[in-house]
């Protein structure tokens, strides 16, 4: 079963930066295209970063710019560049499958624990 484990969030003041990882196991990750998502309290999850398997990448309007989405697949891991942070950038941070593509186990999507990025004014 593939499994997903985020990591790298915490606390950060506004204008400062931070970098997520995302381990990913159970699958081959260089044939995947990936992609960071992020859901505020009472908000619908959204898209922030995609990179296909051959490095291509796209962004959400609101970060693009200060983020950067880069994929290691040796080390099976993808990763969130996040600079200049701003508080509305407060949320749980997941990675998965980009787009229509998200993990499954049994048949349902599968999402990790995520980690959550908290931004201070």
């Known amino acids: 079963q593939v499994q997903l484990v985020e990591s790298g969030g915490g606390l950060v003041q506004a204008g400062g930066s931070l970098r997520l990882s995302c381990v990913v196991s159970?699958?081959?990750?260089?044939?995947?295209?990936m992609g960071w998502y992020r859901q505020a309290p009472g908000k619908q999850r959204e898209m922030v970063a995609i990179?296909?398997?051959?490095?291509?990448?796209n962004y959400a309007e609101a970060v693009k710019g200060r983020f950067t989405i880069s994929r290691d697949n040796a080390k099976n891991t993808v990763y969130l560049q996040m600079n200049t942070v701003k508080p509305e950038d407060t949320a749980v941070y997941y990675c998965?499958?980009?787009?229509?593509?998200?993990?499954?186990?049994?048949?349902?999507?599968?999402w990790g624990q995520g980690t959550q990025v908290t931004v201070s004014s």
């Open positions: 990179i296909s398997s051959v490095g291509s990448t």
């Open positions: 159970g699958t081959i990750l260089s044939s995947k295209a």
């Open positions: 998965n499958g980009a787009g229509i593509y998200t993990f499954k186990r049994g048949g349902y999507d599968y």
